[in-house]
């Protein structure tokens, strides 16, 4: 048996691992996006690494688009198997993906205006709407804890990894040569003591571990700081200095858990008395799915929703979709807190309104959470005095606030936490992916530190026999 590491590896995008078992079933772990890096991300995602047409299975860990979104292109090129997930991944991974093809066309329309302007070949978005509907008649459910035989050889069991809604720990048991091989991919990992779902559950024990890495280096604060911190920044920005708080936040998960947070105080009479916007069409849908998936809730959401059976919505909250309501934010003047996607700044909504109020001190941008580090977030969140927005330079006089503590990824201790259900002396192999390199040889040393061993870091495109 081999895997094969073909995205996310020494790196956070582009989540996509290749199982080959000796019968030649070849199993895909995940058919996420590159982001982050241009052009290099553009012929990374064109360009698969693999024959779409020799998959006969694939497993999505969840519905992120830097794990899900190359999914639609997959099955474009030829793959015309099942692909398995839990129910709130497929229900998630709809909206979704149907976002990621309206932006990939109307950025290529964009695009394709100064390429012709150039006498270049226009381009074409890698797949649209269409090609969705098609992967998505392709979605096949798993409950969480059950295991579903896929062939006579393979049994595959998705555990709450706890990262967002319906996300999995993937566990495989593989019979080759008459014995039977146990696999798991972590997918990412999500926090303990979360305010909206579950801890990350124990998973089967296993002799070979792929497992995620992002915050490898980094202890996050405690809830109740964040809390604290998120108040202050609006008091300071909003009360204070009469400016508007911009938060780039993932659609799905990020977004949610501040819109809680923000409920939260509403509730308490702690908000201040301005208005709040959740500026993204994907980000209202998202927040709609979530609603209807209460299973995945962990008891202290549930215990909340008995005072207030809309935790995700308030007197002072309005959900955007219309493009022009968006526009008419960058005018109105006085306090606000905007929320858009996407958390990377790359792309949405997010960047028009970085680029209009950047240049403003009243005013901050609140980074709450992971961004890579050559992407607009990333130069913003390291300390960038100016930046390139849709082909403009900026200067950033907007203070820039920081907080990781609302990431949706485990911190070190909390990985090792969730691995602590591992037996040390059968588990043969673990491989990090999903993080940056630094990130990873501090993870790896934590991990033998923890008394865990064989820790590879595969790069991308490593194949190593199992």
Do not use: W
Not at 444 to 450: I, M, R, S, V
Request: glycine share 8%.
């Amino acid at each position: 048996m081999k895997v094969k590491f073909l995205g996310a590896a020494r790196t956070v995008t582009g989540s996509k691992h290749l199982i080959t078992t000796k019968s030649g079933r070849r199993i895909l772990l995940d058919c996420g996006f590159f982001q982050g890096k241009g052009q290099e991300s553009e012929e990374k995602n064109r360009h698969l690494g693999l024959d779409p047409r020799m998959i006969h299975y694939l497993i999505l860990s969840h519905a992120h688009i830097d794990h899900s979104g190359n999914i639609p292109y997959l099955v474009k090129q030829g793959y015309s198997g099942p692909i398995y997930c839990t129910s709130a991944t497929k229900d998630l991974c709809e909206i979704m993906l149907r976002d990621s093809a309206h932006i990939q066309e109307s950025d290529v329309k964009y695009i394709n205006k100064r390429r012709i302007k150039r006498g270049q070949e226009p381009l074409k978005p890698l797949y649209n709407e269409a090609d969705v509907r098609k992967a998505m008649s392709q979605f096949v459910t798993i409950p969480y804890d059950e295991e579903y035989r896929i062939d006579d050889d393979i049994i595959v069991r998705l555990t709450d990894s706890g990262h967002i809604l319906g996300s999995a720990a993937v566990n495989l048991k593989i019979k080759e040569d008459g014995q039977e091989r146990k696999i798991c991919f972590t997918g990412d990992i999500g926090r303990y003591d979360g305010s909206i779902l579950r801890d990350p559950q124990e998973f089967p024990e296993c002799e070979v571990l792929i497992c995620e890495s992002t915050y490898g280096n980094r202890l996050h604060s405690t809830n109740e700081l964040s809390q604290r911190q998120l108040y202050d920044a609006i008091h300071e920005t909003c009360v204070q200095n009469q400016g508007k708080l911009i938060i780039p936040a993932f659609s799905l998960g990020r977004t949610q858990e501040l819109v809680y947070a923000l409920d939260r105080m509403a509730t308490n009479k702690v908000l201040p008395e301005i208005p709040v916007y959740v500026d993204s069409p994907l980000s209202t849908n998202a927040t709609r799915v979530i609603r209807e998936h209460k299973e995945c809730f962990n008891r202290d959401i549930l215990d909340y929703m008995e005072r207030d059976p809309d935790p995700f919505g308030f007197d002072k909250l309005t959900y955007i979709r219309e493009v022009e309501a968006s526009k008419a934010l960058n005018a109105e003047h006085g306090p606000s807190i905007i929320i858009s996607a996407s958390g990377m700044m790359e792309a949405g909504r997010i960047k028009h309104h970085v680029a209009n109020n950047i240049g403003d001190p009243k005013n901050t941008i609140l980074i709450v959470g992971y961004a890579e580090p050559s992407s607009l977030g990333g130069r913003i969140r390291n300390g960038s005095k100016r930046v390139r927005i849709f082909g403009e330079e900026y200067e950033v006089k907007a203070k820039v606030v920081v907080l990781d503590s609302y990431s949706a990824h485990a911190d070190y201790q909390e990985m090792i936490r969730y691995l602590s259900c591992q037996n040390k002396k059968t588990l043969k192999r673990i491989f990090l992916v999903h993080g940056e390199y630094d990130s990873q040889i501090h993870f790896k040393g934590h991990l033998q530190e923890a008394g865990f061993g064989r820790i590879s870091i595969p790069a991308e495109g490593d194949e190593i026999e199992l």
